[in-house]
């Protein structure tokens, strides 16, 4: 197989935050979405990140978390509770690694 048959556009893909905790919370589980790949900037920029330091792991993580249109969810002005703003970051990296 060619390198060059794996290579497309990045695509919004949906995530959802299913713990008993998220439902037990918000009766229902928790959706946003990512890109299903990163460009090789925000790639580096990840793997360079320092987990001592959490404003990195935010600066990096909230162009990430995106709604179903591909808009930040979390920006200056508005965040999310942080229990669930913990699981989100999780979830990133999970869908990341894979």
Do not use: C, H
Request: glycine share 4%.
């Amino acid at each position: 197989m060619k390198l060059s048959d794996l290579a497309s556009k990045p695509k919004l893909i949906k995530v959802e935050l299913d713990t008993k905790e998220v439902i037990k919370e918000y009766g229902e589980a928790l959706e946003f979405w990512t890109w299903d790949r990163q460009p090789m900037k925000q790639f580096v920029k990840l793997a360079q990140i320092d987990n001592d330091n959490f404003d990195t792991i935010m600066d990096s993580v909230r162009d990430l978390v995106l709604d179903e249109k591909g808009e930040q969810i979390i920006t200056d002005e508005v965040t999310l509770p942080t229990a669930i703003l913990m699981q989100v970051v999780g979830k990133v990296v999970e869908t990341l690694g894979k």
